[in-house]
């Protein structure tokens, strides 16, 4: 993220919410105001959103700024609560359940009337209200805002529901006043909510949306800080990483070694244990799927029985 230069145009651009893909310009020297009131510069129509919410300005330097005017469900940048906050391009403001990224603009486009920007924004509030069939306006691509910047956002600002993530498969996320408490990942309960979590950090593509609280009851509930379970996930993400082009493919076969000629004996019983599991399940994602341990573990104890020729990947 940098500062804003002077005499660069930067815009106000959407990225969830009823007004998703729109863009407000802002203008050197210049205030909007945002809010629910019809007069304001910037009208967002919600109920989480104030009459008057916030304002942005933008000074003779290109600094820009962001105050609360002392709405009921608070202003947040980068998942943090504000009164008055500097802003920095690629910074995101959460406003009722709307996100917004501060993006630089190309040549002119800082010269839009402001009656025309405000017009063009309730065209894509009313358009998006035409083709969308879901109940919940909190949308938005993982692509234009990462998962642990999203949960950061709604754990300061204490949202409840189910934030569903679609990509290659889909996970959820369970929110209770913006603590994560579960997770799953295609309804697949036996994986276990730690582990779900974990592998639902680490998608970088996919689309996302925070749906009406779930009266669901779950025998087990995580009950780490959600600033907790972002640290370790990502921890074990970075060591995942480190390990992987080491790893076979997911898909790929693993079969005992035949004949097998490391003693046994020398095993411990957590290797013995992935050890039934290659046996059992043969690959390296049914071997994960399966394990008690979490995802790193248990692949870097395949890698030792690979290389003590205890297993063969082909």
Do not use: C
Request: aromatic share 4%; no cysteine.
């Amino acid at each position: 993220m940098s500062t804003p230069t002077p005499g660069k145009t930067y815009a106000l651009k959407f990225i969830s919410g009823k007004y998703q893909g729109g863009e407000f310009p802002l203008k050197a020297e210049k205030q909007i105001v945002i809010g629910r009131s019809s007069e304001l510069d910037m009208v967002l129509v919600e109920d989480m959103v104030s009459r008057k919410h916030a304002r942005i300005s933008v000074n003779g330097a290109g600094q820009i700024s962001i105050e609360d005017l002392g709405s009921t469900n608070g202003t947040f940048v980068n998942g943090e609560k504000v009164k008055q906050a500097t802003l920095k391009e690629g910074d995101r403001i959460l406003i009722g359940t709307s996100i917004l990224k501060l993006i630089h603009q190309g040549v002119g486009a800082g010269e839009v009337d402001d009656a025309v920007a405000k017009r063009r924004l309730e065209e894509v509030a009313v358009q998006a209200a035409r083709t969308s069939t879901k109940a919940s306006s909190m949308t938005g691509k993982i692509e234009e805002i990462p998962l642990p910047d999203l949960l950061q956002l709604f754990h300061t600002s204490k949202k409840n529901g189910v934030l569903v993530v679609g990509s290659q498969q889909q996970g959820k996320i369970y929110l209770r006043q913006g603590r994560v408490y579960y997770a799953v990942i295609d309804d697949n309960h036996n994986l276990g909510p730690q582990k779900s979590f974990n592998r639902i950090i680490t998608w970088e593509q996919g689309d996302f949306e925070l749906r009406p609280a779930d009266p669901q009851e779950f025998m087990v509930e995580m009950d780490s800080s959600t600033e907790a379970l972002l640290m370790d996930a990502l921890r074990q993400l970075d060591e995942y990483k480190r390990i992987q082009k080491d790893l076979p493919a997911m898909t790929a076969r693993l079969t005992l070694a035949a004949p097998m000629t490391a003693p046994l004996r020398e095993l411990t019983p957590e290797l013995l244990d992935v050890l039934q599991l290659v046996h059992n399940h043969g690959s390296l994602a049914e071997v994960l799927n399966h394990a008690q341990q979490d995802d790193v573990v248990a692949a870097e104890t395949v890698l030792q029985l690979i290389k003590r020729e205890y297993v063969r990947a082909s």
